[in-house]
């Protein structure tokens, strides 16, 4: 505990993130301004979740990350267009969660056999539900179109450093990662159906607004394989998040010119992804208000509702993350209790 609080209060130094989160950000910013430019802030929210492709293979050599970056960018793609598909089919609640569930167990076993990072279904997840939540009164083309851009850019920025670096870095670099056995994959795709559903489930149950954000905090918990960093993830993200939501709050009573609300949600994500590899609990105080905001463009809604639900759906998926995670790996546990008893030789 006293190694989590002296590690939880110390700000790490940005020095190594600023590169990648500003190429991050820069995809956010180009297509949200665009559109903004062009009166399209209707299709701003596929443009946001095409350019989250540039999270993906950040700190991998560039032809590494390019390939990578493709491979995510096409599964964002399709999580967009689903979303949006399911959105206009009507379809809601209990239906979106079966949906969602299906999604989060088959695109962790895609994206840990395609060895992308960040791992697992969180990203997608989050891109499908809230497409299929946000109304959408457009063509579909025009929504996959604003996507696919994104996605474009986001491979642009994530491989134009290679122009400079290939005087230093001959090769091609791309040897990949070993695969993890398939028994870890498969158990890994169980943590994260079960615990989608059932963060969804009690979300729907409670009669809360926004049930996928409980889903999508079920994700990053479960992405960390070991069990005690699981459960050190979960209290990370409700802390931050509890954060995000007061400054949300303080953002919200501003009322933001659509081309100020895209540099502010650039701008957010570049601190968020400076401090994500380092200090996840911090990187969330600024990457909730980017989540719960970039909605400010097409369905505006009541301050108090939207933090409150973001606060208590938080702490719904991260609960049940953390106990599908303990019960999960008690196995695993039990054997490093056993390990550490041993005696050294």
């Not at 995809?27 to 399209?40: A, D, F, K, N």
């Not at 991998?60 to 267009?81: D, N, Y």
């Not at 919200?252 to 590899?277: H, K, M, N, R, Y």
């Amino acid at each position: 505990m006293k190694t989590f609080a002296r590690d939880f209060f110390r700000i790490p130094s940005p020095r190594g993130h600023r590169t990648p989160a500003l190429r991050v950000a820069a995809g956010i910013g180009i297509p949200l301004v665009v559109l903004v430019l062009m009166g399209r802030t209707d299709l701003t929210i596929f443009a946001v979740f095409g350019a989250l492709t540039g999270v993906f293979g950040r700190v991998e050599p560039h032809w590494l990350r390019l390939k990578h970056q493709t491979f995510a960018g096409i599964l964002m793609s399709l999580s967009i267009v689903g979303g949006v598909i399911c959105g206009g089919l009507g379809a809601g609640g209990w239906a979106l969660v079966g949906v969602g569930t299906l999604i989060a167990g088959g695109l962790s076993i895609v994206a840990d056999a395609l060895r992308l990072r960040p791992s697992g279904p969180l990203f997608y997840i989050f891109a499908f539900m809230a497409t299929a939540n946000v109304p959408f009164d457009g063509m579909l083309w025009e929504a996959a179109l604003a996507g696919v851009a994104s996605v474009g850019i986001a491979l642009v920025l994530g491989f134009v450093g290679r122009l400079w670096a290939r005087r230093i870095e001959p090769d091609r670099r791309l040897e990949e990662s070993p695969l993890p056995p398939w028994s870890r994959i498969f158990a890994q795709s169980g943590r994260y159906a079960v615990g989608v559903g059932l963060a969804g489930s009690i979300a729907i149950a409670s009669g809360l607004g926004h049930h996928y954000w409980a889903m999508v905090a079920a994700c990053a918990p479960i992405a960390v394989a070991d069990a005690s960093g699981g459960m050190v993830r979960a209290l990370h993200r409700i802390i931050g998040t509890y954060g995000g939501v007061l400054l949300t709050a303080g953002l919200l009573t501003v009322d933001w010119p659509p081309l100020g609300l895209a540099i502010l949600l650039a701008s957010l994500q570049f601190v968020g992804e400076v401090f994500v590899i380092s200090h996840y609990s911090l990187a969330l105080v600024f990457i909730t208000p980017m989540a719960l905001m970039m909605t400010e463009f097409v369905a505006p809604g009541p301050t108090g509702v939207l933090v409150a639900d973001r606060a208590l759906e938080t702490t719904i998926g991260a609960v049940v993350a953390f106990l599908v995670i303990l019960a999960s790996t008690r196995r695993q546990r039990t054997r490093a209790r056993e390990l550490r008893a041993q005696p050294a030789a």
